[in-house]
């Protein structure tokens, strides 16, 4: 890969890390000033937050278009005969479980060692379903009461069962080809160039935001960072050691751990350059290819994979949401952890291949968790998002070559690694 091209791809996540540096000495250097009762002196830097508000507004508005349009015109577009179902049910499940297990994995970690030790401030705060049954916990998780409160960016995962459902329908009455596919397609492609052009403000905005959040907490959140970094990044690569030869192993068989580990290297490289899923599927179907992996099989997971398979995401939303709980003084019981997981998992399928792919997680785990208090919640998130993207990239992106193995054993049967390394020989 060319020096110029990894220099391309990083110089986005450069500018809004820089202009987050920036926004922070800003507000070290002029911080709010309290007299001995707590009354305010001086404002500081948190003058500078309503520049940083008008990017979060902005980005409210787009998020609901952009997950109807993305996720409808995904499933729309799918060819499902018998073999592609049963790839396409094994696929999903794949996804599924391995994101569960990594968000399982971030949560006892962080359970372990927080992130944040002490409350940055006592903030206004309600528990998810403190005051609901179970049954209508369960209810209020996956629908809306009717379809105005789909319009709303506090009902994303019903908005994403939506979407599904709608995807299906669509598939059945003449799929991509229909008036009402192209026209997701066509709305899909609309809505993220709208998000590029709102994404050229991201820098001044997140320059305020971080103003705003040093002025008033201090250097405590420099440390808290730091914490989540020394999480997230030995994880990451305990688990490509770990978890990936494992799935290899399961997956392949005699030969699966070492065939896995000659082939994964270069997506991984091409996943941490371009820090995009998407980008890095040729470079998987090629590796898939030369794996003996079946072209139907490589051709439906992998691309699905860009958009689906997010284990690195699971363990930043996990990260992310311990984060944001330490910041507002709640704590992180085991009674949270399936509420938790299933946002893990399920805010994944929401998130695009691309980086910075329109914040879609972050506005998913705001509306669970986080609604009374998202002006807080929100620019932490993806300030976490944008310090952990490249690692969380490679795992999400080559981590889809890896899965390959999983659906391969499924649908080709357990020996097909030793009946294509055979037929290679």
């Given at each position: 890969m060319e020096k110029k091209s990894i220099a391309k791809n990083y110089r986005f996540i450069a500018l809004m890390l820089g202009a987050m540096i920036l926004g922070a000495i800003i507000g070290f250097i002029w911080p709010v000033v309290k007299d001995a009762d707590g009354n305010t002196i001086s404002a500081g830097a948190t003058v500078l937050k309503p520049f940083g508000t008008v990017f979060i507004n902005m980005m409210f508005c787009i998020v609901v278009p952009l997950v109807f349009a993305s996720i409808s015109s995904a499933v729309a577009n799918m060819k499902s005969r018998k073999r592609a179902g049963k790839i396409m049910g094994v696929t999903v499940a794949t996804f599924v479980v391995t994101g569960a297990i990594a968000a399982v994995i971030m949560f006892v970690l962080v359970k372990l060692f927080p992130p944040v030790l002490t409350p940055w401030v006592e903030l206004p705060h309600e528990e998810m379903g403190g005051y609901a049954t179970m049954s209508e916990m369960v209810v209020n998780f996956f629908t809306?009461?009717?379809?105005?409160?789909?319009?709303?960016?506090?009902?994303?995962?019903?908005?994403i069962v939506f979407s599904l459902l709608f995807g299906f329908a669509v598939n059945l009455n003449g799929g991509g080809d229909s008036p009402v596919g192209k026209f997701l397609e066509d709305l899909t492609n609309v809505m993220l160039k709208f998000i590029q052009i709102v994404t050229y403000y991201a820098p001044i905005a997140f320059l305020a935001i971080f103003a705003d959040l040093v002025a008033s907490y201090g250097s405590q959140v420099v440390e808290n960072y730091g914490r989540a970094l020394l999480l997230y990044y030995p994880l990451c690569f305990v688990y490509i050691f770990t978890a990936w030869p494992l799935f290899a192993w399961f997956g392949g068989g005699k030969g699966g751990v070492k065939t896995m580990f000659q082939h994964i290297a270069k997506p991984a490289v091409v996943s941490l350059g371009t820090c995009s899923s998407v980008a890095t599927i040729p470079t998987n179907m090629e590796e898939a290819k030369a794996t003996g992996i079946s072209k139907d099989v490589s051709d439906m997971v992998l691309p699905l994979g860009a958009t689906m398979h997010m284990d690195g995401s699971c363990f930043s939303c996990v990260l992310k949401i311990a984060f944001v709980l330490g910041v507002v003084g709640q704590d992180l019981s085991f009674s949270k952890l399936i509420p938790v997981v299933l946002v893990a998992v399920l805010s994944s399928v929401g998130m695009s291949g691309v980086p910075g792919g329109g914040y879609?997680?972050?506005?998913?785990?705001?509306?669970?968790?986080?609604?009374?208090?998202?002006?807080?919640?929100?620019?932490?998130?993806?300030?976490?998002?944008?310090?952990?993207?490249?690692?969380?990239?490679?795992?999400?992106?080559?981590?889809?070559?890896?899965?390959?193995?999983?659906?391969?054993?499924?649908?080709?049967?357990?020996?097909?690694?030793q009946r294509a390394m055979s037929k290679n020989a």
């Open positions: 809306a009461e009717d379809f105005v409160g789909l319009l709303s960016r506090r009902a994303m995962l019903p908005l879609i997680g972050e506005y998913i785990i705001c509306s669970i968790f986080f609604p009374e208090n998202i002006d807080v919640a929100f620019p932490i998130l993806v300030a976490i998002g944008n310090l952990v993207d490249p690692p969380a990239t490679m795992i999400n992106a080559a981590g889809d070559y890896v899965v390959s193995y999983i659906v391969s054993r499924f649908v080709d049967g357990k020996d097909w690694l």
